[in-house]
């Protein structure tokens, strides 16, 4: 690759065969293949730059194998970030030897690299204090040199800004698109059917249906647990906005200072921090559907902004001058008794009106107990794929009218984790729940994985040690990989690492 190479003559190639692309993922394709004609490229990857938190955002990736796009994010370490903050400015680097770089070391740890690679990046400042990268590797080291540089500051400006564009193509189109490839992806999961929608709950499945339609609002009361949820995404999946996002939050959740700005987004600058523009949940859900959880939990100034909504179905950034026009149905939900929220002045009389179109109430699991036999057969079916258990789940012979005898304070929920933390303990044998019978014939809640007679009540500390044993003895002391212990407990297996030398576990006191 050392041969002299016609530079001008190269970058009139560059402007016929990839600045004339149309489609994005074609256009970096073409980028991969005209640089392997002059320079060694094993691999090629985009990501953005932010300095002000020191990390990379990778949105796609080349090799032979072609295109993989990408959602990843990967941040510094304190020497890496202040390489990294070094490099502001500059327009190409080129590292020849990644294994001895701080700046390196921390992005081939994230993508795996084992080998000894040359890195070239080429910097594109982008908007708000950004900088997209296109990132060359080659395997070995000391394979890049003076020429490649040279032919790189040549071609700096088209490239450049066919990367910007790339990068801003992947940004406009990935946010939405993420939302549907979710919400088709559960559709396909819940299979539109929902368990006990011809029993305990066809009355509320038949008022789905009729609400469904129609673009109203739709409160959905109910205690913890009861699958509020699975009910907003089956008025989702029936109604005419089923090809649209349906973006689900907790307003609980959500900090009260920062309430506002998640639900209706703010513009560069509004206020320190922002440094760029933020699309709010209403935005995110355009033609689609929102789901409100716990909506007793948002402010009264929340509240006031929300009815404004509801009322003009427009919105303003926080910081923004004009107002913007939203089509998105809101399906909200709440544990609470709103009416007394408003007697209390806690919720806004009026905002309630307006949401209470058409309430629907779904019943507690101890008034549907003739699902509960189904529900629990679904739930180990579920469970047990994925945690891929290497047997065949059964139920003991009393085990319905133990699950049926109980009361479950926290419903469906509670249902649920019960399933998953026997399947976790009987190892292979019938599924029995001796537990909710010992517990005062259903009148209390069930004893937990870990708690031992005499000791009171079990700290959270605890419980969770001995779920992440439990997890280990079944995978038979195997963290990561195929039905290893991060598998089972749906954890990353550097979390879990994290969390057993936190509680001090260690793999050869519970792999035998």
């Given amino acids: 690759m050392n041969r002299e190479v016609n530079i001008d003559r190269l970058a009139e190639e560059f402007s016929r065969e990839v600045v004339t692309s149309q489609n994005a993922k074609t256009t970096l394709n073409r980028i991969y293949r ?28 080349v090799s032979d194998d072609g295109i993989m796009l990408a959602d990843e994010k990967v941040r510094f370490s304190g020497s890496a970030r202040e390489q990294a903050g070094r490099y502001v400015g500059e327009k190409i680097i080129y ?61 700096y400006t088209p ?34 059917r929902i368990i006990g929608a011809e029993s305990g709950l066809k009355e509320v499945m038949g008022q789905v249906e009729k609400v469904a ?4 609002p739709v409160l959905l009361t109910g205690e913890t647990g009861v699958g509020k949820e699975v009910i907003a995404n089956a008025i989702h999946n029936f109604s005419n906005r089923v090809d649209g996002p349906l973006v689900s939050f907790n307003c609980g959740a959500i900090p009260e200072n920062l309430v506002e700005s998640e639900l209706f987004g703010y513009e560069k600058g509004a206020f320190t921090g922002a440094h760029s523009l933020h699309h709010g949940y209403f935005e995110q859900a355009d033609e689609g559907t929102v789901f409100m959880d716990e909506i007793g939990e948002l402010s009264l100034s929340a509240q006031v902004s ?36 408003v007697q209390q002045g806690r919720f806004r009389a009026d905002l309630w009106y307006r949401l209470n179109v058409f309430p629907i109430h779904i019943p507690s699991l101890r008034e549907r107990k003739e699902d509960i036999p189904e529900l629990a057969r679904y739930f180990a079916r579920r469970q047990a794929l994925e945690m891929n258990l290497p047997y065949s789940v059964t139920f ?53 994985v870990g708690s031992e007679p005499g000791e009171g009540f079990p700290t959270l500390d605890r419980i969770i040690a001995s779920h992440i044993r439990a997890a280990l003895k079944l995978s038979r002391g195997r963290v990561e990989g195929r039905g290893g212990a991060a598998q089972l407990l749906g954890l990353h297996p550097s979390t879990l690492r994290a969390k057993m030398r936190k509680h001090g576990i260690r793999i050869e006191r519970v792999a035998r």
Avoid at 213 to 216: E, F, M, R, S, V
Avoid at 308 to 335: C, H, K, P
């Fill in 34 to 61: 005209f640089c392997r004609k002059f320079m060694p490229v094993d691999f090629l990857n985009l990501p953005i730059f932010d300095p002000v938190s020191g990390s990379l955002h990778y949105k796609a990736f």
């Fill in 95 to 155: 590292i020849n030897n990644t294994h001895r770089e701080p700046l390196t070391i921390d992005i081939i740890n994230h993508l795996g690299i084992r080998e000894v690679a040359s890195t070239l990046f080429i910097i594109a400042p982008l908007e708000e204090r950004r900088f997209g990268v296109l990132g060359l590797i080659a395997w070995g080291e000391g394979r890049y040199n003076e020429q490649h540089l040279r032919i790189m500051e040549r071609l």
């Fill in 159 to 192: 490239l450049t800004g066919v990367v910007s564009q790339i990068l801003a193509h992947f940004e406009i189109s990935s946010q939405k698109e993420r939302l549907v490839i979710e919400n088709k992806a559960f559709k396909k999961r819940l299979g539109y």
């Fill in 213 to 216: 339609a129609l673009d109203i």
């Fill in 306 to 341: 929300l009815l404004r909504f509801l009322q003009t179905m427009e919105l303003r950034r926080i910081g923004g001058r004009r107002t913007i026009s939203v089509d998105a149905r809101v399906v909200a939900a709440t544990n609470r008794d709103i009416q007394v929220l």
């Fill in 396 to 448: 003991s012979p009393e085990a319905m009218n133990q699950l049926q005898a109980y009361d479950w304070p926290g419903n469906i929920r509670e249902l649920k984790n019960v399933i998953e933390r026997a399947l976790i303990v009987c190892q292979g044998a019938p599924l029995t729940f001796d537990a909710l019978t010992v517990a005062g014939g259903g009148k209390e809640p069930p004893a937990v």
